[in-house]
Nanobody, 115 residues
Framework: EVQLVESGGGLVQPGGSLRLSCAASGFTFRTYAMTWVRQAPGKGLEWVSTINIHSLASYPDSVKGRFTISRDNAKNTLYLQLNSLKTEDTAMYYC?????????RGQGTQVTVSS
């Protein structure tokens, strides 16, 4: 059974940083691309970042230069470093097995950016 458990969210002031983690189990982590998506209140899912099996990362313009995705295949863990946070980054962040259109995701971790 695929399990994805996110952690690391919280309340942070604008300009602050957080590091999200996603512990994966139930599949061969190193053989899958992994993705972060987010959902703000009242909005649909938004793609945040994808990292492929060669650790090549991609980002939308909205987070490029501020967020960094990484993976540790030895620990079966996916990370997302969030820097220079803005109020519009407030959302539930989900870890996804595969690409953004996959339905296999965790329960999410809440990130709230507020002064």
């Amino acid at each position: 059974e695929v399990q994805l458990v996110e952690s690391g969210g919280g309340l942070v002031q604008p300009g602050g940083s957080l590091r999200l983690s996603c512990a994966a189990s139930g599949f061969t982590f190193r053989t899958y691309a992994m993705t972060w998506v987010r959902q703000a209140p009242g909005k649909g899912l938004e793609w945040v970042s994808t990292i492929n099996i060669h650790s090549l990362a991609s980002y939308p313009d909205s987070v490029k230069g501020r967020f960094t995705i990484s993976r540790d295949n030895a620990k079966n863990t996916l990370y997302l470093q969030l820097n220079s946070l803005k109020t519009e980054d407030t959302a539930m962040y989900y870890c996804v097995k595969g690409y953004a259109d996959s339905s296999e995701r965790g329960q999410g971790t809440q990130v709230t950016v507020s002064s």
